[in-house]
């Protein structure tokens, strides 16, 4: 069963009022006084809950919310400069408030485990476990993909993560040429000719926040030197051959955030859901039951 809600964010100085969705998956209502609560924190800047649909699998582990940031899938639209990774975070901890949760658990993607790394540091005491999915702690993973594209890419591929970097996407005809023509490194079977069964998306990814990231925060942001700070449980996932967050990055979070556990999945790309679903959600269910 699942319930869909808005929840009211207050104005606070830099940042407007806005109204964000949240989608509470759960196996039965008695759950969600008697389950931890997992929340999934999208990628981008720009996916939404929909990208995520195939992760309410999890919910025979645990009760699931999907959140939708700034501007994002359902949630309000807004003006740019308030599409930040800190009002993700801020914005996250004000949801966990509504609902009533002390403690949570984070499941973060991407862009998605940067910001979970950002709450954990900010927030230590309201997290119990965090699941990192193909992460970086700092704007060091821009480098290393432009660097594997600079060897790899060819020129029309090449040209579309220029926009993507430049945050220069204009509308969403070219965000989705950007994921039509980069859909090779994002997917080993993809780029193998391997057929994959992850669902489609109901909503489309939001080229306004990608483009905020892109030109600001994702250029600067730096939560290496905190590792060591993080307190709660952590699992580390990459892919082997992701490009977009090298597993470098995975493996330096794992070194530095105290008893984190690494796993790397061999044939994988950034795209752990298309490439062993299996593995992957089997490795989040057993850590967060």
């Known amino acids: 069963m699942y319930e869909s809600k808005n ?38 800047p720009g996916a939404n809950h929909s990208h995520y649909k195939d992760y309410e699998c999890l919910q025979d582990s645990a009760n699931i919310v999907f ?3 700034r501007g994002c899938g359902l949630s309000a639209k807004g003006t740019p400069d308030s599409y930040t990774m800190d009002n993700y975070i801020q914005d996250l901890d004000i949801i966990r408030q509504q609902l009533g949760l002390q ?50 890419a060819n020129a029309e591929q090449k040209a579309a993560y220029e926009t993507v970097f430049n945050g220069t996407i204009k509308n969403q005809a070219e965000m989705d040429h950007y994921f039509a023509v980069m859909a090779p490194y994002y997917s080993y079977k993809k780029r193998n000719n391997i057929p994959t069964a992850r669902p489609l998306a109901e909503y489309p990814f939001s080229f306004e926040p990608l483009n905020t990231g892109f030109k600001s925060f994702l250029r600067h942001f730096d939560y290496e ?3 060591s700070s993080i307190q709660c449980k952590t699992l580390v996932l990459v892919g082997d ?25 061999e044939h994988s790309d950034h795209s752990m859901e298309d490439d062993v679903p ?3 959600f089997g490795e989040i269910r057993r850590f967060i039951e």
Request: aromatic share 10%; glycine share 6%.
């Open 225 to 227: 030197p905190l590792l």
């Open 67 to 69: 959140y939708d940031p």
């Open 103 to 152: 403690e949570i658990q984070l499941l973060g993607k991407s862009y998605g485990a940067m910001c979970a790394l950002g709450y954990a540091i900010r927030f230590p005491k309201n997290v119990t476990r965090m699941v990192l999915a193909a992460g970086s702690p700092s704007f060091r993973n821009l480098d290393s993909a432009k660097a594997h594209l600079e060897v790899h």
């Open 278 to 280: 299996e593995l992957f």
């Open 241 to 265: 051959e992701d490009w977009i967050t090298s597993k470098l990055h995975s493996i330096k979070i794992a070194d530095n955030i105290p008893d984190a556990k690494l796993i790397i999945f």
């Open 7 to 44: 929840i009211l964010i207050p104005a606070r100085p830099g940042a407007e009022e806005t109204t964000l969705h949240i989608k509470i998956v759960t196996e039965k209502a008695d759950y969600l006084t008697t389950r931890p609560y997992i929340f999934i924190l999208p990628g981008g």
